[in-house]
């Protein structure tokens, strides 16, 4: 059972090369992956395509084919915050001019992508939203409040759903609507009026600076995690991908009643759709101790089983149903340039489906209360949240499952080669969406390392941004070369990877040392990640963890509440004060 400690009261690149990206998606025999949430969602999906192209060839089949890609495509897309829906091909470029594209970061600088892993391999962040906006008669209609129609919309549902780069897990982290946070500078893509940068914001009020690319600005500067896309959904896609699938399972504790949501619900399991499971992802007051903290371990359980509910069989067949569904929900829309298309949505299912639910983990921001605000808001809980945030950005398992190492030693690396013969290349990435970034770090640690006795450091003035100061290097026998540079400058070997995307050893001084040529010792010691100089296995995962730790030690901390996708058991626990 899902359970919060709770708050009381209202929880009131542009530039960037397209990677590869979204959710899964399910499928018509075998099982899929594909997720949605209430106003968020994100879904995996392991299984093969029954179809044949010969098949399609013939008369008789255009029809099935048709169908598999309509329901690939919006499962696919649905795995966006609250599901989208199928299309057909035939009708390809009509849908694509339905679904509404804004730049993707509107800050003033982003993140640098994520490193590639040994084997080239890049992991992918999607921003979920989900908007409670009025702007259709449609949402009107669902979300009442008719004279809010005017009103810019709020992203009241925010997740970041995180594919490993080697596609074996996926990891998902909510962040409390009523989270304070800083919402940095961000100019709006259409008019260019310029919102400055403001300390303890409500993180849902950052869609009204300008659009999704402010919130995806806001995400990156809380949690040092690059976005590379974002999808926003309103009411009336939540709806519409309920219906699609023929509803929900879900479970309560005890009969609900919240007459704010309009939910209302018998104890026991339900199967939800249509409106009733828009009330469910809106509810607040009805679950846990009435917090926005409740309304967050609800929508994770309605995801995780439509997740299941996917994967299980479920099928969208009549032609009709799903133009309908397509129409109505690429319309709901909006989505990043880079992922404007049908086939970029389809292409991004088609990517991720192999993460298995078992491997898919949901968690909610460790969070405070507000010492400013207590009954209303909450703050990022120091330790706890860093964290979580930091195992995503070093692409480390939520569920500690990653592999472990063979009880056998590794094999002896290579001595590292004489100071003066390794070449290093020296980058400033301090810089972050609030702090520019600290002057001359580049050429102060290249300038430090040749005293070191590395004669071929050099310092490279290209921009770079990023959270984690790292070392990196393109052939496995350079892993000495580069430990050698960590030791030189008291990094931690977990800030030594390898990646074949750099052409020699690359050292980012991140914005974790912004001062001084030795680097901190707490920064170093909160260190995760990094690269074991074990031999990947097939899929190119690494066989052990840069500590040569268990990995289970490298796990979501229990504040995030994690809750794994595989979980069919979980029931969402009624607040006493709205039972019946």
């Known amino acids: 059972m899902r359970q919060s400690s709770g708050v009381r009261g209202e929880k009131s690149r542009d530039a960037r090369e397209s990677a590869p990206e979204q959710k899964g998606v399910p499928e018509q025999s075998t099982p899929k992956t594909a997720g949605a949430e209430g106003s968020g969602g994100a879904a995996k999906d392991t299984g093969t395509d029954t179809g044949t192209e010969a098949g399609d060839a013939k008369g008789g089949a255009p029809r099935r084919r048709i169908g598999r890609i309509a329901r690939w495509t919006a499962l696919g897309v649905a795995v966006t915050v609250l599901g989208v829906s199928g299309v057909g091909y035939f009708y390809y470029q009509h849908l694509n001019d339905n679904i509404r594209k804004n730049k993707l970061n509107l800050g003033d600088k982003q993140l640098d992508r994520s490193v590639a892993n040994a084997a080239g391999q ?42 490993s780069a080697d596609r074996s897990n996926m990891s998902v982290i909510s962040v409390p609507r009523d989270t304070r946070v800083t919402i940095p500078k961000c100019t709006d ?53 309920a219906d699609a699938v023929g509803g929900v399972p879900v479970c309560v504790d005890a009969n609900v009643r919240d007459d704010k949501s309009g939910l209302r619900l018998t104890k026991g399991s339900h199967t939800i759709k249509g409106k009733q499971a828009l009330q469910w992802l809106r509810t607040r007051h009805g679950f846990e101790d009435g917090s926005d903290i409740g309304r967050t371990h609800a929508q994770h359980m309605y995801m995780n089983a439509m997740v299941r509910q996917l994967k299980s069989g479920t099928k969208l067949s009549d032609p009709g149903q799903l133009t309908d569904l397509a129409e109505a929900a690429t319309k709901a829309l909006t989505v990043d340039k880079d992922l404007g298309s049908v086939k970029e949505l389809y292409d991004l299912a088609d990517d991720i489906k192999r993460v298995p639910s078992g491997r898919i ?55 590292p080669a004489r100071k003066n013969d390794i070449a290093i290349t020296v980058f400033n990435g301090t810089g972050t969406a ?33 959270v984690d100061t790292t070392i990196t290097y393109p052939r496995a026998g350079q892993r000495a070369d580069a430990l050698a540079v960590a030791k030189a400058l008291g990094l931690p070997d977990a800030a030594v990877r390898h990646s074949p995307e750099v052409r020699q050893i690359t050292l980012v001084v991140g914005g974790d040392w912004r001062t001084g040529t030795a680097y901190p010792a707490d920064a170093a010691a909160g260190a995760v990640g990094g690269d074991t100089g074990a031999t990947p296995d097939a899929s190119g995962s690494p066989s052990a963890t840069p500590s040569g730790k268990p990995t289970g030690e490298n796990k979501a901390p229990e504040s995030s509440d994690p809750l794994n996708g595989a979980d069919a058991s979980a029931c969402m626990k009624v607040n006493t004060a709205n039972r019946f």
């Open 434 to 466: 609030v702090e520019p970034p600290a002057t001359g770090r580049g050429s102060d640690i290249a300038a430090f390392l040749v005293k070191q006795g590395f004669a071929k450091a050099t310092a490279d003035s290209t921009p770079r941004a990023q």
């Open 361 to 415: 983990t949901m968690t909610t921001m460790p969070w405070t209360t507000d010492p400013q605000n207590p009954d209303a808001h909450v703050i990022p809980k120091p330790g706890d949240a860093d964290k979580l945030f930091a195992l995503v950005r070093n692409d480390i398992a939520l569920d500690g499952k990653d592999k472990k190492k063979d009880d056998k030693s590794p094999a002896p690396t290579a001595p």
């Open 122 to 163: 890049r992991p992918l962040n999607i921003l979920l939203l989900g908007s409670d906006s009025r702007g259709s008669k449609e949402n009107q209609e669902l979300g009442g409040a008719r004279d809010d129609a005017d009103r810019p919309p709020l992203a009241d549902v925010q997740m970041l759903v995180h594919v």
């Open 189 to 241: 893509p259409d008019t260019g009026k310029v919102y400055k940068s403001t300390d303890r914001q409500i993180i849902n009020t950052s869609l009204v600076n300008g659009g999704p690319g402010c919130t995806v600005a806001t995400w990156e500067e809380l949690t040092g995690i690059p976005v590379d896309h974002f999808m926003m959904i309103d009411f009336s896609g939540v709806v519409n991908m």
